[in-house]
């Protein structure tokens, strides 16, 4: 039984500029991954509740102010809600740290950042953003303005719930819409401060609205509502083909950045002393629970050993704890059920034939940490690159280093999947870099380097990894209509 910390957070749903309990008062309980202390009691939406945000923001949208707002003026109360994620930063890392089981270092120090830049940088952008004008000799005119869609649901993930959800945020606002946030109910106390941090911002009430809840309710409930004009996704491909047909009957404008398995192919002629404790990153930052995450490590055969022994290593010097205490590197999985789908990969490994390089099982950890879903860090080497471990998205501390002979091989194992989000090239050769880059089917790859983001370029996925891009002008386009006005000189 999962036990009651002292200090239990009860979170209500934020509609129309007030936090509440749902309709029927119904709450769901929210536990700490890496105690399993009960740490939270959030109100869980029904559709009646769903229904209620969708037409307030609907109302905010058709009779408020905040479309009709000068960009200049959005764009000041947007800056202040980065401002006020900047004051409340260890508030905000503390609530990851809890219920994602991520520590807290890597959160205050890095993600809170990047979540208020997220606001900041569209912010900037959308007063940047020009128009075209097109001459028709001197009879006629054409100019573009782009205008806000409406009502916007965001459906935001469970491994980076605040950084991510502001990333869908700050282009929805700055493009004058209204939004309706359905954060994931494993992980719903950092999301549920966006209210709040808007309200006190200037923002209109109506225009955040945050419901918490199950994805077969309140998600579907949000994906079919006719009120919604638009849908905003992060999270695995399953979901992404289920909120796509619920969809489609309003023809909702739909933006996904769904699961992937990146090759992390290095080469020969690769500095190790840079490559491994990037791969070492890539693999297990977050416990893995990354969509970005290197998961394919793919090593040129003649450097293959010495890889391995380094990468080995650094993997077993990774400090597996508690997510709130300094120094810890890896936290838990997230959920129970998140720990045994990964772990089942485990048995699955071991039929396969996969020889097994460390890891495997829990760490030994203090009594108190017991009852956590902590995974060590695990490495596994597989010759063939069909096997499941090496095909299917864990999730998880879970790698796969799979050794080829030459660049043709690399690119044949590294396109051979249904995902096709990102993907990570080590060489010091110039020509190769961009021979790889240019052939790999992934949607961003990264060379000599892992997780570094310009919020001004694409961000999304080939094949099965998403459908639209995210970032700079590709954000802002899907979060406005274009419109084209033609005037007759004469």
């Known amino acids: 039984m999962p036990r009651v910390t002292a200090d239990v957070k009860d979170i209500g749903l934020y509609i129309n500029g007030e936090y509440g309990p749902a309709e029927n008062e119904d709450i769901f309980e929210v536990t700490n991954p890496a105690t399993q202390e009960i740490i939270a009691r959030v109100s869980e939406a029904t559709e009646e509740d769903v229904d209620r945000a969708c037409r307030v923001a609907r109302d905010a949208f058709e009779n408020g102010p905040w479309g009709k707002m000068s960009v200049a003026e959005r764009s000041a109360k947007l800056r202040k809600m980065a401002d006020i994620i900047l004051e409340r930063k260890e508030e905000i890392a503390r609530y990851d740290a809890m219920d994602v089981g991520k520590p807290y270092e ?58 991510l959800t502001t990333w869908k945020l700050g282009p929805c606002l700055a493009g004058g819409n209204t939004v309706v ?91 190790l002393e840079k490559a491994v404790p990037e791969s070492i990153k890539a693999a297990f930052m977050n416990s893995g629970q990354v969509c ?17 022994e380094k990468f080995k290593k650094a993997a077993q010097d990774l400090k597996v704890g508690d997510p709130q205490e300094n120094g810890t590197d890896m936290g838990p999985l997230v959920s129970e059920t998140h720990y045994n789908k990964v772990t089942s990969y485990l048995e699955i490994a071991e039929e396969e034939g996969a020889t097994l390089i460390c890891g495997g099982k829990r760490p030994e950890l203090p009594q108190y940490l017991s009852d956590g879903y902590y995974l060590e860090p695990t490495i596994y080497v597989h010759e063939n690159s069909k096997a499941r471990i090496c095909q299917e998205e864990i999730f998880g501390p879970v790698v796969t280093v799979i050794p080829f002979d030459t660049e043709e091989e690399a690119l044949h194992i590294a396109n051979d999947t249904d995902y096709g989000l990102n993907g990570v090239v080590w060489t010091e050769n110039l020509q190769r870099a961009h ?29 099965k990894s998403g459908i639209g891009r995210e970032g700079g002008h590709h954000s802002m386009e899907f979060f406005t209509e274009a419109k084209n006005i033609c005037i007759a000189l004469n």
């Open 106 to 163: 890597a959160t205050v120090g890095h993600e809170v950042a990047r979540a208020a830049n997220n606001i900041r940088f569209f912010a900037d952008f959308a007063e940047k953003q020009g128009g075209e004008t097109y001459p028709m000799g001197e009879e006629f005119i054409n100019y573009t303005r782009y205008e806000p869609v409406g009502v916007a649901a965001l459906i935001t993930p469970w491994n980076v719930p605040f950084m």
């Open 181 to 271: 946030i359905k954060p994931a109910e494993n992980t719903p106390l950092s999301v549920s401060l966006l209210g709040d941090i808007a309200k006190e911002a200037g923002v209109p009430d109506g225009v955040v609205n945050v419901v918490q809840g199950r994805g077969d309710i309140v998600g579907n409930a949000l994906t079919t509502h006719p009120e919604v004009d638009l849908v905003s996704f992060t999270g695995s491909t399953a979901t992404g083909k289920r909120i796509l047909k619920s969809g489609a009957d309003t023809l909702k404008k739909v933006s996904f950045e769904l699961g992937g398995k990146a090759a992390n192919i290095i080469f020969e002629d690769a500095d």
């Open 292 to 308: 970005l995450a290197g998961s394919r490590i793919l090593v040129q055969r003649s450097i293959f050993n010495q890889f391995l």
């Open 435 to 463: 021979r790889i880059s240019h052939h790999v089917r992934a949607g961003t790859i990264w060379v000599n380097c892992w997780f570094v983001r310009d919020l001004r370029a694409p961000f999304g996925g080939f094949k």
